[in-house]
């Protein structure tokens, strides 16, 4: 079993919709959880970060985390075609002080 | 941009050769991370260095090392170089520990 399992889609979606992606984890050490957004060849770009359980909301984006279950969720609302990506959750288990764990990463088409 | 710069933006080498990839943290962040992106294997962690010490270890090569400066840049340097190194790589940095880490656009590197 894989640390940490996402599903690698492609989820494709009409413009306008509610995007959920997700990802389950097996190691419950994980403290701090993210989520990131890659354009073709191009660097991982830090949505959204979060510590423990709970919900974090920023614009249109919108993290959870359920600790006891081990599944993290993120919302887009009003998906737009540049929102088109590969989603990615990280995870650690001190922050900063040690290096994240991927999931392989959902790729996301919002269709105009 | 994150502020985190990284050069070479692509590298063809052969076999059996040694190169070495060059990463800039954005201004005031210590830890420099380096990860390793692979279709097969997704992104992965290779090492952490903070304030020039190396801080924690992930799934690293003995064929790898890498360093930080006074000046706080890091250089990974990959030897006896085999095709299946062939990948993304990529340099993150954070202000220290319990901090986001922020990606920079990455290396190409290609293994002939």
């Given amino acids: ?112 | 941009d994150s502020g985190v710069t990284q050069t070479p933006k692509h590298l063809i080498t052969a076999t059996g050769q040694r190169v070495t990839l060059r990463c800039s943290p954005r201004s005031g962040d210590l830890s420099v991370y380096w990860y390793q992106q692979s279709l097969d294997q997704g992104l992965q962690f290779l090492i952490q260095y903070y304030n020039g010490e190396e801080r924690a270890k992930g799934n690293i090569l003995e064929r790898f090392s890498a360093q930080q400066f006074p000046d706080l840049h890091s250089e990974l340097n990959l030897s006896s170089l085999e095709l299946g190194d062939s990948a993304l790589y990529f340099c993150a940095s954070s202000a220290g520990t319990g901090s986001e880490q922020f990606f920079g656009p990455g290396t190409r590197l290609t293994v002939l």
């Fill in chain 1, 1 to 112: 079993q894989k640390e940490v399992e996402q599903d690698p889609g492609p989820l494709s979606v009409p413009e306008g919709a509610i995007v959920s992606l997700n990802c389950t984890y097996s190691n419950s050490a994980f403290q701090y959880f993210m989520w990131y957004r890659q354009y073709s060849r191009k660097g991982p770009e830090l949505l959204m970060y979060t510590y423990s359980s709970g919900n974090k909301e920023d614009g249109r984006f919108t993290a959870q985390v359920d600790k006891s279950s081990k599944y993290i969720s993120l919302f887009i609302r009003d998906s737009q075609p540049s929102d088109s990506a590969t989603y990615l959750c990280a995870m650690s288990e001190r922050g900063g002080a040690d290096g994240l764990t991927f999931g392989k990463g959902t790729h996301l088409i919002i269709q105009p």
